[in-house]
């Protein structure tokens, strides 16, 4: 007996950007009932493939097959009715209008998302502007919006970067409902962890190629590494680099931040950070942490509170104050912080050209050579030098961060930095931010994945509902401790672990 067709079988598909060949020859087979990992470094050609197969893309050969019948999209409208929807790698909504007319826009029947909004616990009013809304948030609605069109096959392009962990764990409770329903998922992820956990195949893209298939399984995620990489892999597992004493005993701080109350959810939030600190920040999703950063950035306004650097209070209520006062944020969004008409070395030059800074000339020369160094030690994907809205995610991401090594700044306020960077990146990111902190700078640093509190922190503070509830050194902060202080357990309900009332003593209520 014939064996069923796959529900997807993608051969030979090609697709350049002009000079730039995003895809040489990528081959994909997804089954019936299959969660398939589509993996590779920053600018492989991951997303490519996913806009090809969701007709937002036409590729320029090969062939598509979808049930066993070859298909040829000119639009999403077609993709779809051949059962296959996307989530994009970032927010596909129109920021200035409201999640309701987004659904409407898209042809989203808002009857088919409201179950899917309920089953991703999502308290969203729908007649809010999707500007108004945090990241996380939106990759949901993004989510429940694709589901609601009852796809076979179900595109999910880094859906889970950035995503607090509460949220994490709803997308893959949904993936393995849509597995167990016989339906399929494409996950796109650069936590190997999360596709070990929940992929049954995995397809390894490498400058464009597909040089490997397997089933995952305990350990594959070396075979991945290796397949992503080629010779690059052998870098991945290199030592952190050293750490020196965090802080200075009895120095003055370099950052303070004193009961401050901002947004809808900071309700009151004080800590401090040393010159040479990391100080981590974990949270679930919406327990003030986006307020928390865009107020110490000048973005949002405080409603009480005060934030001093070097001990005198920063006055104002706009960035450029923060600016001015040595403080830089790398948002979480990265589409509000890229610039996207502009060229790859303008978005790294940017904090050169700011006058805000009192640096006078910046010669050709130095510029040149403050680019250059960013690029090589973030390994910028050079190829479509064109302009930044031509890179790939991760690529783009990397210019938030490369804008680090360009300016000089005191403060650094990063939110999930590390958000769709591939593990080969990864590990230099890490080695970039304690050298931030060994040339004296302060860093506060957001991230939704755990494990990165140990690899690169000194100190965490968790919050919780809008205020810090547990505080530890970060050679403490296994993932399991980080999560039991998220969900504000308090300390006297830690199971197995035989910790002191002191190691998650609460912060001084105010
Ligand atoms: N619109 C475009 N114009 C020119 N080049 C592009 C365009 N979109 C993508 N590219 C290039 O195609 C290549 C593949 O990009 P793609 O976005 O598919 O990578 P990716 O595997 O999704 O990477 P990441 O993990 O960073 O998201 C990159 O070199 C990228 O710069
Ligand atoms: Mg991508």
């Not at 880094?158 to 409770?173: G, K, N």
Request: net charge negative; aromatic share 4%.
């Amino acid at each position: 007996m014939a064996q069923p067709p796959d529900l997807l079988e993608v051969r030979d598909v090609a697709k350049s950007y002009g000079a730039v060949r995003a895809l040489v020859s990528a081959d994909l087979t997804v089954s019936p009932g299959e969660i398939h990992a589509l993996l590779g470094a920053n600018g492989a050609g991951k997303s490519t493939l996913v806009k090809i197969l969701s007709g937002a893309l036409r590729p320029d050969s090969g062939t598509i097959a979808v049930a066993g019948r070859e298909v040829r999209f000119s639009s999403p409208v077609d993709a779809r009715r051949a059962g296959i929807a996307p989530v994009f790698q970032d927010p596909a909504l129109v920021p200035h209008l409201s999640v309701a007319d987004n659904f409407t826009l898209t042809g989203t029947d808002r009857a088919a998302v409201r179950p899917w909004l309920d089953r991703l616990e999502l308290d969203v009013d729908l007649a809010e502007r999707v500007n108004a809304l945090p990241l996380a948030l939106l990759r949901m609605l993004d989510l429940a919006r694709a589901l609601a069109h009852d796809p076979q096959l179900l595109l999910l392009d880094e859906m889970t970067a950035a995503l607090p962990s509460d949220y994490a764990d709803r997308v893959f409770a949904v993936m393995r409902e849509w597995r167990d329903r016989g339906r399929s998922v494409l996950f796109i992820s650069h936590r190997l962890t999360e596709v070990r956990e929940i992929c049954d195949r995995a397809t390894v893209l490498r400058d464009g190629r597909a040089v490997d298939t397997h089933r995952t399984a305990e350990g594959s995620e070396a075979r991945i590494v290796g397949a992503m990489l080629g010779e690059r892999a052998a870098r991945v597992d290199l030592p952190m680099a050293e750490r020196g004493p965090a802080a200075v005993p009895g120095a003055r701080p370099r950052l303070e931040v004193e009961e401050l109350v901002a947004g809808r959810r900071l309700k009151g939030v004080s800590l401090s950070v040393a010159p040479g600190e990391v100080l981590g920040v974990v949270s679930l999703e919406g327990q003030g942490e986006d307020d928390l950063f865009l107020a110490l950035a000048g973005d949002l306004r405080p409603k009480s509170g005060r934030v001093l650097v070097e001990g005198t209070p920063v006055r104002g209520r706009h960035p450029i104050q923060a600016i001015r006062r040595g403080i830089t944020l790398v948002p979480s969004d990265r589409q509000h912080a890229v610039l996207p008409q502009r060229s790859i070395r303008e978005n790294l030059a940017l904090p050169l050209y700011s006058s805000m800074r009192s640096w006078g000339w910046i010669s050709d020369r130095a510029e040149r050579r403050a680019v250059d160094k960013a690029v090589e030690e973030l390994e910028i994907d050079m190829r479509a030098a064109g302009q930044a809205k031509q890179l790939s995610g991760g690529n783009q991401q990397k210019l938030t961060i490369g804008r680090w090594l360009v300016g000089g700044y005191d403060v650094m306020l990063c939110f999930d930095p590390t958000r769709g960077i591939d593990v080969g990146t990864k590990h230099q990111i890490y080695r970039l931010l304690r050298q931030q902190a060994a040339e004296g700078r302060s860093v506060l640093m957001f991230t939704s994945e755990l494990r990165e509190v140990r690899i690169v922190c000194d100190r965490v503070v968790v919050l919780h509902d809008g205020r810090i509830v547990a505080e530890m050194p970060a050679a403490e902060a296994d993932e399991e401790r980080l999560l039991h202080a998220m969900h504000d357990l308090g300390p006297h309900d830690l199971g197995p672990h035989e910790l002191g009332p002191h190691d998650l003593e609460p912060r001084e209520a105010s």
